[in-house]
């Protein structure tokens, strides 16, 4: 019989396990601790259980672990890691350090399907979903490496759009905030737009921040840069964002990235400013990170600043996001796995 992997388990099916082994109930806790806490590689790791016990579970289950592939580190700081899943799959999580923050910025699938025009992820295609514990184990990985510095806040922005693996999402937060202990207001979730998908998170998941990739403010624009636009138009995207609840003093960051010619014009900005009215929200301003073979560009300093200016003068936050992580392809958009 093929081994049961603890950490692809609910706390609820893991709390069965236990029970169906015979088991009293705090060893569930125990092993809870121990995983998601501790960070144990292995179930022989667990010291707190004697070796019989430990043999003993080792005869029916094991704990999976990320296999780390590589890892490079850019001259600003940030930090690439690239992963290895069990069926040879890859995915990659970005460390970003920024004054008394490290983010980790993990990734939610495999690929992305969503085929934005400007994104290479989006280009390479979608291979799969993440599992939960896929997810959450990229924390738990990384944690590891980079001990005694602690991980202080979570982003959803790598490979993936993350509400189309909407139900593996909303485990792997329960883990991350329930487990693992992270604070729901330390964790942002970025989406392309899933309208639907962002009512249904306020209902499911533990109380995260919500970051929506907007990057056009006509239709016509964003259905061909974002085909996601094509079924859930700015109208309904709008509205699921300004319904969205927010915890006291949050905002909802709205991420616009800027390519030259296409949405970064003055009339841009000022329907920006009309769209987000009456949202709180502040706006993350990325100037395209070009690559090889894309078709956009960036656009000049000069308009960056304009761009900026226009929203500012409207009272509204906006602050300018230069990618990190450009010399080692860590930066936004840029995560493609090349090991092979
Ligand atoms: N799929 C989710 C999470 C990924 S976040 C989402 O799209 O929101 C990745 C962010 O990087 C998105 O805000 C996207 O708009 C931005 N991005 C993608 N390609 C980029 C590029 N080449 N230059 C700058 N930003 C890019
Ligand atoms: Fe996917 Fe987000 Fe890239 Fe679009 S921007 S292709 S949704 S990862």
Redesign the pocket.
């Known amino acids: 019989m093929a081994k049961i992997n603890l950490k692809a388990l609910s706390k609820q099916e893991l709390e069965s396990f236990i029970k169906e082994s015979g088991l009293p109930a705090f060893r569930a806790k125990q092993l809870l601790h121990w995983i998601y806490e501790r960070h144990v590689r292995s179930i022989s790791d667990i010291t707190e259980l004697s070796k019989d016990l430990r043999e003993r579970l080792e005869g029916k289950a094991y704990i999976s672990n990320l296999a780390m592939l590589d890892r490079r580190t850019s001259v600003d700081g940030t930090e690439k890691f690239l992963f290895g899943l069990e069926d040879s799959e890859s995915i990659e999580s970005v460390l970003i350090p920024d004054k008394d923050r490290l983010t980790l910025c993990i990734s939610?699938q495999a690929g992305?399907a969503?085929v934005?025009r400007?994104?290479?992820?989006?280009a390479m295609g979608f291979r799969r979903n993440l599992q939960p514990h896929e997810i959450s184990d990229q924390i738990i990985a990384v944690g590891r490496l980079i001990g005694p510095r602690k991980i202080t806040n979570i982003v959803?922005?790598?490979?993936?759009?993350?509400l189309a693996n909407f139900d593996n999402v909303v485990e792997a937060l329960r883990r991350i905030t329930g487990q693992m202990k992270i604070s729901p207001n330390r964790i942002t979730l970025?989406?392309?737009g899933i309208a639907p998908k962002i009512t249904e998170l306020a209902v499911k998941a533990p109380k995260v921040k919500l970051?929506?990739?907007l990057?056009a403010t006509t239709d016509a624009v964003r259905d061909y840069i974002m085909p996601v636009n094509r079924k859930w138009p700015l109208k309904a995207l709008m509205e699921a964002c300004r319904n969205f609840p927010l915890p006291a003093r949050s905002r909802v960051t709205f991420?616009y990235?800027l390519l030259k010619g296409v949405n970064d014009t003055p009339d841009d900005a000022k329907r920006l400013v009309g769209l987000l009215k009456g949202i709180p929200s502040k706006v993350n301003v990325?100037?395209?990170?070009?690559?090889p073979g894309?078709e956009?560009k960036r656009p000049d300093e000069k308009s960056v600043m304009g761009f900026q200016n226009i929203l500012l003068n409207a009272h509204m936050t906006a602050i300018i996001r230069k990618?990190k992580g450009q010399d080692i392809s860590a930066?936004?958009?840029?995560l493609k796995a090349r090991y092979l």
Request: overall charge negative; glycine content about 10%.
């Open positions: 939610s992305c969503m934005c400007f994104c290479l992820t989006g959803f922005m790598g490979m993936g759009e993350p970025s989406t392309s970051a929506v990739s990057n991420e990235v990325i100037p395209f990170n070009p690559y894309s956009f990618s930066a936004c958009g840029q």
